[in-house]
């Protein structure tokens, strides 16, 4: 996969949910966040999501700034590569399609003038960090909260909710409670 179909599965860790008795007491199923759900815990729960990334980027193409996720993904495909000759060529490819002033999908960092060309001679795992925070902050603080009140997520998660209270799911939930209750 290149970076631009990095979809970024188990990047982070899954988020739980902790279900209480009425005393308080931890009950004893944990239950994960799925979907939507978990896509609105937290920008980092969507990403580590392939089908969060996949609507996440849908909605910030419509806002003429999909380059944001691309760029923030390849930064993360870019940290686990190894070799220095493969490390350079993702390094100048990054380079290349997101902060030269050239570059076909140039995000908007500060500093990005600074970060010139000699540094893909030595490049190391994190030599983007800095970048690749200042724009998961940009969407963090802006297109994400955008994100949630868009139809594109709105419409998704009602989708989720019909499959939910369908007549199957409600089957197969029935079905699963007879088994662990006996």
């Known amino acids: 996969l290149s970076w631009s179909e990095a979809l970024l599965p188990g990047v982070f860790p899954p988020v739980r949910l902790e279900i209480n008795d009425s005393e308080g007491h931890p009950s004893s199923s944990h239950q994960t966040l799925k979907g939507t759900s ?5 920008l980092e729960s969507l990403l580590e999501d392939p089908e969060g990334v996949k609507r996440f980027r849908e909605f910030l193409k419509k806002e003429f ?15 686990k590569t190894q ?11 990054i380079y290349m399609t997101f902060l030269s002033s050239k570059a076909s999908s140039q995000v908007n960092v500060e500093g990005q003038s ?20 200042q724009i998961f902050n ?21 989708s989720e909710e019909q499959e939910e209270n369908s007549p199957e799911a409600q089957t197969a939930a029935k079905r699963a409670s007879r088994i662990y209750n006996t």
């Open 38 to 42: 978990k896509w609105a815990t937290s």
């Open 114 to 133: 600074r970060l010139s060309e000699t540094i893909l001679e030595t490049p190391h795992p994190l030599m983007f960090q800095k970048l690749q925070d």
């Open 138 to 158: 940009l969407m963090k603080y802006d297109s994400y909260s955008r994100f949630l009140k868009s139809d594109i997520f709105l419409n998704h998660k009602k």
């Open 65 to 79: 700034s999909e380059e944001n996720v691309l760029f923030w993904l390849a930064c993360e495909e870019f940290k």
């Open 83 to 93: 070799g220095k000759k493969q490390m350079q060529e993702k390094a100048k490819e």
